[in-house]
């Protein structure tokens, strides 16, 4: 039997260097230009000094495990107040993502995504997804994950605004999917107040 595990720390095993280099060729994630390895493995160590990937605090590079094979990663986060509003964030509960993440190639299409969602809400159940226009294997995954989708997020041709409307001269920028907020932590918050 094959076990999916997590590693959340800021420890770079080599194949993460070949793995995150590779990732950097990946259209989906926007990287601006593909790194080598070299210039890699750079800017893991600076990202594991630092602990901050693209100006946010990460709670680690964490490592995606296939058995003791690394066939991914992702750059899990705490979602900031200042997002809160553009992931339609309303309770006072603490959400997060998962970050940039990335599957190789030849162990996609099997599922990971979900284990990783399983395995990673133990400890950080909300979670937010957000996944870039068209990515259709995203939206995919994070569906089958048991995330539930928010909303559409839109933005100004200059890209200065956003909005939550397909407005004349918004183009489409990013879906929102949400894990369900655990109902049991709902009530628990709002105890009714008859039986207060
Ligand atoms: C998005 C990604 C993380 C999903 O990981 P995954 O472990 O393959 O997820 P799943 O196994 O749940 O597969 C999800 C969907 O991906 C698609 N898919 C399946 N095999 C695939 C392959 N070999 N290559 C690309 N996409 C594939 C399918 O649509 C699949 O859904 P299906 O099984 O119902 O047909 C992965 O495709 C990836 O790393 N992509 C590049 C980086 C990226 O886009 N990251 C997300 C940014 S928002």
Same mark, same amino acid.
């Given at each position: @039997?094959?076990? =999916?595990?997590?590693? @959340?720390?800021?420890?770079? &095993?080599?194949?993460? =260097? ?14 601006? #230009? &593909?790194? /080598?390895?070299? @210039?890699?493995?750079?800017? +893991?160590? %600076?990202?594991? %000094?630092?602990? @901050?990937? *693209?100006?946010?605090?990460? +709670?680690? =590079? ?7 094979? +690394?066939?991914?990663?992702?750059? $899990?986060?705490?979602i900031?107040?200042?997002e809160r509003r553009g992931f339609l964030i309303e309770?006072?509960?603490?959400w997060y993502r998962l970050g940039?993440?990335?599957?190789? $190639? #030849? ?6 995504? #979900? ?9 950080? &159940?909300n979670l937010v997804w957000k996944n870039c226009a +068209?990515n259709?294997?995203s939206a995919?995954?994070a569906k089958?994950?048991?995330m539930v989708f928010s909303h559409n997020v839109y933005h100004? *041709?200059?890209?200065?605004?956003w909005s939550f409307? /397909? ?5 489409f920028g990013y879906q929102v999917f949400k894990t369900p907020v ?6 628990? =918050?709002?105890? $009714?107040?008859?039986?207060?």
């Open positions: @039997m094959t076990i =999916i595990h997590l590693t @959340m720390d800021f420890i770079i &095993p080599k194949k993460l =260097i070949e793995v995150y280099s590779k990732s950097t060729h990946e259209r989906a994630l926007g990287y601006d #230009e &593909p790194l /080598n390895l070299e @210039m890699a493995e750079k800017k +893991l160590n %600076q990202y594991a %000094q630092t602990q @901050m990937y *693209a100006g946010f605090k990460r +709670l680690a =590079i964490c490592k995606i495990w296939k058995d003791d094979e +690394l066939v991914g990663y992702c750059l $899990p986060r705490k900031a107040d200042s309770d006072g509960l603490d940039t993440i990335f599957i190789l $190639p #030849e162990y996609r299409g099997q599922g990971i995504i #979900e284990t990783v969602v399983k395995q990673f809400t133990i400890k950080y &159940p +068209l259709i294997a995919t995954a089958k994950a048991g100004s *041709a200059d890209n200065k605004s409307e /397909n407005v004349d001269d918004c183009y655990k109902q049991g932590v709902d009530i628990l =918050i709002n105890k $009714p107040t008859h039986l207060l």
